[in-house]
């Protein structure tokens, strides 16, 4: 168990709707990544919040967006779904953000039908 | 921006036998290179990193090389165990920025 959690662990949904992904950081650490995970994409950096503050973003689409809130937990929202958005998305979360990424969540499954 | 490659994307070793998956980089000023497994269903887990100033770490059955002038380093894992099975994923953080760019992955095989 990493100590990161997030929330669901599945979910499916049609194209054109909107989700929310849920993320609570290992207890201290202030930075959170969020990762997209698909075949033939790999593992792909989406956005990082360190504090509450946006620190760094990656290939974000600009239908997701994501937020931290003061007490550190993360949501990210995918808007519009595509089918190809279907993928597994990780979060992660370090202490401050400049070290390794040593712990990810166990992800959310999602399918878009 | 930096971009990583991994080789082989699939390996299958015996057990007892030793295992190597080989990365490189393109960006010379990334200076810090973690290593993950992935088994399935999953997140990543780091099982060992190096940082730009040293060749070389080791930890166990895992040791990690690192080759700055040819921008590559390399995942050992010897005497390898059923248990090792899984996808493993090199990556290099960028000097000036908080991204990790990951390798596609390997899928490791270890046949008893």
């Known amino acids: 168990d990493s100590g990161v959690t997030q929330t669901p662990k599945h979910l499916i949904t049609a194209t054109g709707q909107r989700v929310t992904l849920r993320c609570s950081p290992r207890s201290g650490d202030l930075s959170v990544y969020w990762y997209q995970q698909s075949l033939d994409q790999g593992l792909q950096f989406l956005i990082q919040?360190?504090?509450?503050?946006?620190?760094a973003k990656g290939n974000i689409l600009e239908r997701f967006s994501a937020q931290q809130f003061p007490d550190l937990h993360s949501e990210l929202n995918l808007s519009s779904l595509e089918l190809g958005d279907s993928a597994l998305y990780f979060c992660a979360s370090s202490v401050e953000g400049l070290a390794g990424i040593k712990f990810f969540g166990p992800g959310t499954r999602l399918t878009v039908l | 921006g930096e971009n990583v490659e991994q080789h082989p994307s699939t390996l299958s070793v015996q057990e007892g036998d030793s295992a190597v998956i080989k990365c490189t980089y393109s960006?010379?000023?990334?200076?810090?290179f973690p290593w993950y497994k992935q088994e399935l269903g999953k997140g990543p887990q780091l099982i060992i990193d190096?940082?730009?100033?040293?060749g070389e770490k080791k930890d166990q059955r895992i040791a990690v090389t690192l080759n700055k002038t040819a921008k590559h380093f390399s995942l050992h894992i010897t005497e390898t165990q059923p248990e090792d099975s899984a996808v493993y994923f090199c990556?290099?953080?960028?000097?000036?920025?908080?991204?990790?760019?990951f390798g596609p992955g390997t899928r490791l095989s270890v046949l008893p």
């Open positions: 919040y360190y504090n509450g503050e946006e620190r």
């Open positions: 990556a290099a953080k960028e000097n000036y920025g908080q991204n990790f760019v």
């Open positions: 190096i940082r730009s100033n040293v």
């Open positions: 960006d010379s000023a990334s200076n810090y």
